[in-house]
């Protein structure tokens, strides 16, 4: 089955083909980009391989002209928790401009691949105004802590989280598998045996 993870950008603007290329060969040699479709300008989807020319990821840019396309994101948030977390993030979407779609091929099950194939979606969403969205587990925050539980009952392990409060944000490290700490979070709260950092004035 298809996996995917995306970012999720305000930002209209996007870096070229050229830049991100060299960034991969800089930061991370022994993989490479290559253009699949569109110009190197205006890129539409960019192949991530190793030099063995195993394929790591289609990254695929999407620009957003209607905040109706973000219809089917919105759709499953509808039963979602917790609910400031989702009234948060709906109101994001209607904003998003730029999606970058990255299906997840078979170099990126090692752990070098998966660590380029991170690497790089974490360089597009370092550029600013933008969140993260996985298959399976949900959406974070600009700050990079998740905000509503999509996961599968049977998840388990730490895991960086963040729920909204009165407009500030609070982010902790949880054990998803707790049941306490499954409750508070889903409740918007902060599990009572945690501490967590608060982060004044959440992004509009």
Not at 35 to 40: C, D, F, N, R
Not at 133 to 162: C, K, L, R, Y
């Amino acid at each position: 089955m298809a996996y995917y993870t995306r970012v999720l950008s305000k930002d209209e603007g996007f870096p070229p083909f050229d830049e991100l290329a060299q960034w991969i060969r800089t930061e991370h040699p022994g993989y490479k980009l290559t253009l699949e479709e569109g110009e190197e300008e205006e890129w539409e989807s960019l192949l991530l391989s190793g030099d063995d020319d195993v394929e790591v990821a289609l990254l695929e840019r999407i620009p957003v002209f209607d905040p109706d396309s973000m219809g089917d994101f919105i759709e499953d948030l509808e039963d979602c928790k917790p609910e400031t977390g989702v009234a948060w993030l709906t109101e994001y979407l209607a904003e998003v401009k730029t999606a970058y779609a990255f299906l997840h091929l078979q170099g990126s099950e090692t752990e070098e691949g998966g660590n380029t194939l991170h690497a790089l979606r974490s360089h597009l969403w370092e550029r600013g105004d933008a969140i993260i969205q996985a298959d399976g587990e949900g959406f974070t925050n600009e700050d990079g802590f998740h905000i509503v539980w999509q996961f599968s009952d049977s998840v388990s392990g730490p895991w960086n989280m963040g729920v909204l409060q009165d407009g500030t944000w609070y982010h902790f490290k949880m054990d998803l598998s707790d049941p306490g700490h499954r409750t508070a979070f889903l409740n918007g709260e902060v599990p009572e045996d945690l501490s967590a950092i608060r982060v004044s004035g959440a992004h509009e």
